[in-house]
């Protein structure tokens, strides 16, 4: 929940930029505790319809909203469906290791003219620092989860990905 917190009002903001959402059929992928779906619900009423997917659906299926429908969904195997006005999703990528198929499959799931939303870290900055000690545990740190298979400089390689999957 404190991510949620911490990063649904950036999201909300670059959402908001789209304009009004009203009619629109929306994906979020990776879910979570499904704060962003309900207010994805709200923004699209209800001639929209939201569609809140994740590999385990134990925080979704808590959620009730006539325009929002739960689906468990594999991003690397599972079908994702098409003809959506916006796919989004937040710290998903970085951990499967098919970050980068599954960023043309997401990327595949929107209508023309559609939009596509999917935040991801960047960790490069941390390293930006004098101090020796703070840029040796970060290094340590990126280094563990790059071994155990996380990307947590996958923020920047999204944009690419994205332009050879149009």
């Not at 207010?39 to 009423?45: E, R, T």
């Not at 569609?51 to 299926?61: E, K, R, S």
């Amino acid at each position: 929940m404190v991510m949620s917190k911490m990063l649904n009002p950036h999201m909300r903001f670059r959402l908001s930029l789209l304009g009004p959402l009203e009619g629109w059929k929306c994906l979020e992928a990776g879910a979570g505790n499904g704060t962003m779906s309900q207010w994805l619900a709200d923004q699209v009423g209800p001639s929209g319809h939201v569609t809140a997917t994740d590999i385990d659906t134990t925080f979704l299926d808590r959620i009730a909203r006539p325009n929002l429908e739960v689906r468990q969904l594999d991003v690397t195997k599972d079908p994702i469906g098409e003809g959506y006005d916006l796919v989004c999703a937040r710290a998903l990528l970085h951990y499967i290791p098919e970050r980068l198929d599954v960023t043309k499959r997401l990327a595949a799931a929107v209508k023309p003219a559609g939009f596509i939303l999917l935040e991801e870290p960047d960790f490069h900055s941390v390293l930006a620092t004098d101090s020796p000690a703070v840029r040796d545990f970060w290094s340590g740190f990126i280094a563990w989860a790059a071994n155990c298979g996380i990307d947590y400089y996958i923020g920047r390689r999204i944009a690419p990905a994205l332009d050879h999957a149009a």
